[in-house]
């Protein structure tokens, strides 16, 4: 007789042996899916911080000084989705204030309210302790001119802002920081070392 019915769908250990090859190809598949999404937001950022870097360069022309906060120049750089970071958990509205001084290195959506994802270092008060910046603006010509740092995204190996970040190292940091230059160009440091350690040779 013809097997009229014989096929009554998957036995039980059929479809465990199912379940377990999706088990195992969505491990394999995973991390190579997210490490594909944190590239392509780090490129995201990446382009962020060089448009940014031409704004300032822009308003540095006009007024022969920079700007006295990073969102000061929003004129120059159009789209205001520029100041947000892709990974930036907050999304630039970030109400911050850098404790050691009296201006802000994170200002969030204090002058911009659609927010800022990026630091200015210029008004960090450990950059004008370990003589980056002067205070300003307008700022002076910054320690290593036109490779001393004017921006930087950690949204990258840090998912909470520290404005206390000074001469300990950062317990646990993983990662990279972003980082705008004068000159426009944006590199990457490891989050490890302390700012009073830094120097241009850390670049990468
Ligand atoms: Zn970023």
Redesign the pocket.
């Known amino acids: 007789m013809p097997a009229r019915g014989r096929f009554q769908g998957f036995s039980l250990v059929e479809l465990l042996v199912i379940i377990g090859i999706i088990a195992v190809l969505t491990a394999i598949l995973m991390p190579v899916l997210m490490n594909s999404r944190r590239a392509a937001?780090?490129t995201v950022?990446i382009s962020?911080l060089r448009q940014i870097g031409l704004a300032v360069r822009m308003y540095r022309d006009d007024y022969q000084e920079l700007p006295p906060y990073l969102s000061a120049v929003r004129v120059y750089a159009g789209d205001l989705r520029l100041f947000v970071?892709?990974?930036?958990p907050l999304e630039g509205k970030h109400q911050v204030r850098d404790t050691l001084g009296d201006s802000f290195r994170l200002e969030g959506d204090f002058y911009l309210p659609s927010g800022v994802?990026?630091t200015y270092v210029p008004n960090w008060a450990i950059a004008r302790l370990l003589g980056w910046w002067q205070a300003g603006p307008p700022y002076g010509e910054g320690k290593w001119s036109e490779l001393t740092p004017l921006s930087e995204?950690h949204?990258?190996w840090a998912r909470q802002f520290n404005p206390t970040w000074q001469t300990d190292r950062i317990s646990g940091a993983r990662g990279w920081v972003?980082i705008l230059t004068l000159n426009g160009a944006v590199r990457r440091v490891r989050a490890e070392p302390p700012p009073d350690e830094f120097t241009p040779e850390r670049y990468y």
Do not use: A, E, G, T
Request: charged share 15%; proline share 7%.
């Open positions: 937001q780090r950022c962020n970071c892709p990974i930036d994802s990026y995204c949204w990258h972003l």
